[in-house]
Each structure stands twice: as structure tokens, then as C-alpha cells.
């Protein structure tokens, strides 16, 4: 369920009550934990958190480099944190400290997905953000697609 929303505002604007307060909230936890050189903006019809064609252009779609995302989706709700699918360690990690939680572990391909606020671990959404700056996540980004380039990054 894409938006075809241009701004953040317009974008919650066009959600119900119950799921705004959610992503709005979700939101806020991003915003006060997103490292210096991220900037949000609506793309890929989500609120997205990327690094500006300014800073980096050579991204290899020609689009921002996207770092994280927030979604409401038809069924659900959906943070994307494409950080921590960049390297096994870190989603590993990600994987066990939900779990410790006790909270509902939902994924896709890329996210974390929640019905509800209380089924979303706030502070662990918030630290994941954090602990990437800028810099890291362009040489993981570099690192994944040379190695694919190379073949190196082909799974069987």
C-alpha cells in the first residue's frame, strides 16, 4: 500500500487516528535517535530516513540512500532498517535483543512488522537507529554491492 503522499504531514494526515498516533510515535523515536547526515523525506511512498544525493550521489538506482523507513501498510505497520540487513552480525544481534524483549517478532525482508504500538520495542527501534552513522552505512552499502559485482556476494 504505496502513498502517493509528497510530504511527511500530508502522509499522516491520510492515516487513521489509531495509526497515526503509532508512526507518529515511532517517528518521534527515530527522529531523537537519527545520527547527523540522515534526512527524512517522503520516497518509495513511506516516510524514509536517507542519506541526499548531495552527499551521495553514486547510490547504484540513482535514488537516495535509504537507511530506514516507516510504513503503514494494508495489514500492518512496518519499520525498515536496511542498517541492520547490512551485515549478518547486526541483524543477529537485532534478532536477539527483540526476542529478549518479549515482544512479538514479526519480520519481512527488510522490517519489523507490528500491528500495534505495544507490539514494537521503542528503545531497541531507537539504539538500531543510533548506532550507524553516515560514513558506516555508505562503506557497508559499497562493501554489498562490489562484492556482487565481483560475484563474491552470490548466494547459492
Not at 492515516?15 to 527522529?31: K, N
Not at 540522515?38 to 544525493?53: K, R, T
Not at 500492518?76 to 535483543?97: K, N, P, T, W
Request: proline share 4%.
Amino acid at each position: 500500500m504505496q502513498s502517493t503522499a509528497e510530504t511527511v504531514a500530508e502522509y499522516l494526515a491520510g492515516l487513521p487516528q489509531d495509526r497515526r498516533q503509532a508512526i507518529e510515535r515511532v517517528r518521534r523515536t527515530i527522529l531523537d535517535h537519527l545520527p547527523q547526515g540522515y534526512q527524512e523525506a517522503m520516497n518509495w511512498g513511506m516516510i524514509s530516513y536517507q542519506i541526499p544525493l548531495d552527499r551521495y550521489p553514486d547510490s547504484y538506482n540513482g535514488q537516495p540512500l535509504m537507511y530506514a523507513a516507516l510504513a503503514s501498510q494494508k495489514n500492518h505497520m512496518a519499520v525498515y532498517l536496511f542498517g541492520i540487513y547490512s551485515s549478518d552480525e547486526a541483524r543477529q544481534q537485532f534478532e536477539a535483543a527483540y526476542k529478549a524483549t518479549g515482544k512479538r517478532y514479526e519480520v519481512g525482508k527488510s522490517c519489523v512488522r507490528f500491528k500495534k504500538l505495544d507490539d514494537l520495542p521503542l528503545d531497541l527501534i531507537g539504539d538500531t537507529i543510533a548506532s550507524m552513522e553516515v560514513e558506516e552505512f555508505i562503506a557497508l552499502t559499497e562493501a554489498a554491492h562490489s562484492g556482487r559485482k565481483s560475484g563474491k556476494g552470490k548466494r547459492s
